[in-house]
């Protein structure tokens, strides 16, 4: 069983930051990608940032220039910094994984059960 649990989220005004952290705990024998989510109120969920290795990674049009996504693989963590937020920003974010559970076993997706960021105008 693999468990991934957020903090970090919560409410900023505009132009402010917050970082979101991911720890992934359980039977793990290794992580291919690790990324954030995000899914605003009456929108589909959508890819924000994902890393793959430090020079591997993925951002959203969206987000590019103002988040950044970085990775502890000693510690099973995923971080994403997030600088100069804007009301849009404001979602449920997500995050994700795919880890397998021994050497030769497969890439299971595992997610988060979401934290909240708020930006305010």
């Known amino acids: 069983q693999v468990q991934l649990v957020e903090s970090g989220g919560g409410l900023v005004q505009a132009g402010g930051s917050l970082r979101l952290s991911c720890s992934a705990s359980?039977?793990?024998?290794?992580?291919?990608?690790m990324g954030w989510y995000r899914q605003a109120p009456r929108k589909q969920r959508e890819l924000v940032a994902l890393?793959?290795?430090?020079?591997?990674?993925n951002y959203a049009d969206s987000v590019k220039g103002r988040f950044t996504i970085s990775r502890d693989n000693a510690k099973n963590i995923v971080y994403l910094q997030m600088n100069s937020l804007k009301p849009e920003d404001t979602a449920v974010y997500y995050c994700?994984?795919?880890?397998?559970?021994?050497?030769?076993?497969?890439?299971?997706?595992?997610w988060g059960q979401g934290t909240q960021v708020t930006v305010s105008s």
């Open positions: 994700h994984a795919e880890i397998s559970h021994y050497s030769g076993n497969a890439f299971y997706d595992y």
């Open positions: 359980g039977s793990i024998f290794s992580i291919n990608a």
């Open positions: 890393i793959i290795s430090r020079d591997r990674t």
